[in-house]
């Protein structure tokens, strides 16, 4: 199984919601990701979930919080988001070697905030 | 702070064509480098990885090469057909820290 998944593939909020985009992998990888991407432009890195261990790119707003509840499952957790976060949202994940570490990327959920 | 330029931005070949889609990078402190396909509203999808120790590696009719001391890389794709149609990305990769490159839109022309 070399696939990534992602839900919903499609997504709708209010600037007031709550809502959370999941992400999930069975290959065993121990790295998962978070990508924004913006039409046009390339992702842009958000979090990386290393070995139970979270890095986050300073850039990004306290209002995305993500969440790993084990080494198959990140969560992106949703809440007070600005029409400018309308966006696709990537996951990926790879095998956490220096060397060898190609990135597997999700479909995307599609994220558009009214 | 590294930078990864992609040429060109865009570009329209006949089908039947080979074509170089070129990566450059500005810092050759790199553990490996990755080249993607994104349909449009898609996900990416890997292409080839090039370890910082390898020249160039091979899937079929893409060959991806790497020159780490002169920060480039190129994607060679022989006899292009309409579904190669894509936005093609290159990435960095040191430390979990994965740069992009803006991507070339590619049109193959029937």
């Known amino acids: 199984d070399t696939e990534v998944t992602q839900t919903p593939k499609h997504l709708v909020m209010g600037m007031t919601n709550k809502k959370s985009l999941k992400c999930e992998q069975h290959m065993g990888h121990r790295a998962m990701y978070w990508y924004k991407q913006k039409a046009k432009k390339p992702p842009e890195l958000m979090f990386v979930y290393s070995y139970e261990k979270l890095s986050i790119n300073e850039s990004v707003p306290s209002r995305f919080s993500p969440e790993c509840p084990n080494s198959s499952l990140l969560n992106l957790h949703l809440h007070a988001l600005q029409p400018e976060d309308s966006a696709l949202y990537l996951c990926?994940?790879?095998?956490?070697?220096?060397?060898?570490?190609?990135?597997?990327f999700g479909p995307g959920t599609r994220l558009t905030v009214l | 702070k590294q930078e990864v330029t992609q040429i060109p931005a865009a570009l329209s070949v006949p089908e039947g064509e080979n074509l170089v889609l070129n990566c450059s990078f500005t810092d050759s402190a790199i553990y490996n480098l990755q080249w993607f396909r994104q349909d449009p509203g898609k996900g990416l999808t890997s292409l080839l990885l090039?370890?910082?120790?390898?020249r160039e590696q091979t899937s079929g009719r893409l060959n991806a090469s790497l020159d780490k001391s002169s920060g480039r890389s190129t994607l060679y794709i022989a006899a292009s057909q309409p579904g190669d149609s894509a936005t093609y990305l290159c990435?960095?990769?040191?430390?979990?820290?994965?740069?992009f490159g803006k991507g070339t839109r590619l049109h193959i022309l029937p």
């Open positions: 990435a960095v990769n040191r430390d979990d820290k994965i740069i």
């Open positions: 990926a994940s790879s095998r956490p070697s220096a060397s060898y570490n190609e990135q597997f």
């Open positions: 090039i370890q910082s120790s390898q």
